[in-house]
């Protein structure tokens, strides 16, 4: 019953910029923490940025002062503001959360394509 729905990947040119959505039901939303993670090719699915339920956040060095994590608590939802896109920011993006007992990335969204070019 829950789950994470993304919306919002699409193809942009280089400097561009995109929005992310992830709509979360209510109890995945509640969780400590909610982030997006980012598989690239040949590389390791990584953690793009977080956010607590306290409101902190986190950004990988690669997109800090470029992309801005946030959270929408009325709609339970997700987002990632992409800036300044670059061609390595090319991935399929997913929306995750915490199960914040086990302290484990236990719930995930189906992903979303991000193509820079």
């Known amino acids: 019953h829950v789950q994470l729905v993304e919306s919002g990947g699409g193809s942009v040119e280089a400097g561009g910029s995109l929005k992310l959505s992830c709509a979360a039901s209510r109890d995945i939303f509640s969780n400590c923490v909610m982030g997006w993670y980012r598989q690239a090719p040949g590389k390791e699915r990584e953690l793009v940025s977080d956010?607590?339920?306290?409101?902190?956040?986190r950004y990988a060095d690669s997109v800090t002062g470029r992309f801005t994590i946030s959270q929408d608590n009325a709609k339970n939802t997700l987002y990632l503001q992409m800036n300044s896109l670059k061609t390595e920011d090319t991935a399929v993006y997913y929306c995750?959360?915490?199960?914040?007992?086990?302290?484990?990335?236990?719930?995930w969204g189906q992903g979303t394509q991000v193509t820079v070019s």
């Open positions: 956010i607590l339920t306290s409101g902190t956040t």
């Open positions: 995750a959360a915490v199960d914040c007992s086990g302290g484990y990335w236990g719930y």
